[in-house]
């Protein structure tokens, strides 16, 4: 079996224990002589699945009784619009920060439903940032205060959460459980499964339960935060595949220890921004403050040796260092799953690439 290193930014690389255990179970999941994904959603097998995902996420979040556990279809897109349908009332108004591709795209969904005040925008920022805390220019009485805590395509990360005292909402996509942070901060957060939980087909959303009664009433039941709360995202066929995985993820990531797992993530984004820092070849495109553990974005002396550098690295099964298609230059993804020894060959090709092309 030949893995290759996956710095793919979503879908992104998974445990490979995870993969093993699913393959195991995949045509007999414990002795039901059916797979997981065969299994009606109401029976006792899945019951115990969905039941483990919500208790991982709980454990790992040390979550109070305030907040609840939600899974719901539509990617983290979806809660773009879900976020103001449920929360930001008539004559109401929404904060948000934009800070970059994503929360241009939460910002334009909000707009569709209310009103909307951008209180920070470093969203064009060369290179790439987030705002000071104290910058930020809220609203008094804002229905929610909305950031993005890790801009996937820009490469930077927020690092100390803003403390607001309208109820703080994040898109945390792409660095969902990769640090410890206090939930209690926040009303809701939401994240797309497919970098650090799972794989695509399944949102995570945690929301704290009050919040949820604000939804206007004529608000879709499929779109109503409540109606998940009350069904326990029951309330109709749940993505149960992508829960399973989810579920193994989690208790993955409990084995390892949250703690263990943080620091990894330093410890392998260190690797990289050091080898980027000790070099006049490579350039990172995030402001040092803010630059993320979890998509590392640089660029070359030239596209065309960007190019040769993808296809040099492909070849030695280093995948998806592609930059998004709308900026360019190379991002490596190293969500939690993503091998130490990945990112040690990564720095020891980028070295040898140096030598060979300044
Ligand atoms: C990937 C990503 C999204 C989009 O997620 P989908 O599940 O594809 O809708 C949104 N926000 C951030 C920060 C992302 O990284």
Known sequence: MARVFNFGAGPAVLPVEVLEEAQKELLDYKGSGMSIMEHSHRGKEYDAVHAEAIDNVRKLLKLSDDYTVLFIQGGASMQFAMVPLNLLGAGQTADYVDSGAWAG???KEAKLVGNVAVIANTGKDIPTRMPKNEDLKVTPGAAYVHITSNETIGGSQWKVFPKTESPLVADMSSDILSRPFDINQFGLIYAGAQKNLGPSGVALVVIRKDLADRVPAKVPTMLKYQTYIKENSLYNTPPTFGIYILSLVTRWMLKLGPEALYKQNVDKAARI???LDSSAFYKGTAVKEFRSDMNITFRLPTEALEETFIKEASKLGMKGLKG???????????????PVAGVDALVTFMKEFEAKNS
């Open 105 to 107: 795209k939460a910002i």
């Open 324 to 338: 998004h298609r709308d900026v360019g230059g190379i991002r490596a993804s190293i969500y939690n799953a993503f």
């Open 273 to 275: 921004y050091t080898a």
